[in-house]
């Protein structure tokens, strides 16, 4: 019994980790890479075709999709009997599916010709964003009030800022002036690293309360 509650808190405390994770890597590899404008870029260039950081941020990228996925196992223990909690670890699990998809199609960069990778990669974008939004909407359904409020405006800051983010789509494919992507797109990932990492700690304090309580 002791072994699995470990296990559990371990595997919650992954959500945490990854969110920090990606904010460390993506802040790094913009720093790595000549020329590269944080507020103008998107976060996909610097994993793109032929960019200098794409080999770079490969294992950094493994070691998140590695902890995005442990971190919905943490969930789907966590949810007991909590049928709206184990449907957002499931929808978080299959995140971390799509994340894999994503490495077989990065997008090329700007002022190259735009092919089948280009294509997909705006899928798994759209498809990524209809997930992200049905698990934050499963995990605020499983808590109360406070949390769903939360939730809510972090659904609404990835609708605003994915909003934006897609107006430039077609500017970037057609090597025009993003003078703002950067700044959109981050904002928008921010709201759900945000989100995870809150999810991670409340789940993480629930643990620690449910734990102390069985001693007594």
């Known amino acids: 019994m002791e072994t699995s509650v470990t296990l559990r808190r371990a595997l919650l405390a992954c959500g945490l980790l990854s969110s920090a994770l990606y904010v460390a890597m993506d802040i790094y590899a913009a720093l790595s890479s000549p020329g ?3 507020r103008s870029q998107a976060i996909s260039e610097l994993s793109a075709i032929g960019a200098p950081t794409a080999e770079l941020l490969a294992p950094f990228q493994t070691l998140y999709g590695i902890l995005f996925v442990a971190f919905g196992g943490g ?32 997008m090329n960069l ?15 974008s759209g498809v990524t964003v209809i997930l992200l939004l049905s698990a ?16 809510a ?22 090597n ?20 995870m990492a809150v999810l991670s700690v409340k789940l993480l304090r629930e643990s620690a309360t449910s734990r102390r309580a069985r001693r007594f």
């Open 36 to 38: 590269y404008d944080y």
């Open 176 to 195: 025009l002036p993003t003078p703002w992507l950067g700044i959109n797109e981050r904002l928008m990932m921010a709201s759900w690293l945000l989100w």
């Open 136 to 151: 934050i909407a499963s995990g605020a359904a499983a808590f109360g009030r406070g949390f769903r409020l939360y939730s």
């Open 75 to 106: 969930v789907w223990l966590a949810a007991g009997g909590r049928a709206r909690l184990r449907w957002c670890g499931g929808l978080i699990i299959a995140l971390s599916a799509i994340g894999i998809a994503w490495t077989f199609f990065p």
């Open 153 to 174: 405006v972090t659904i609404l800051a990835l609708l605003f800022f994915g909003f934006l983010t897609g107006l430039d789509a077609p500017r970037v494919a057609a």
């Open 110 to 124: 700007r002022g190259a010709e735009r092919g089948l990778t280009d294509t997909m990669h705006l899928v798994m």
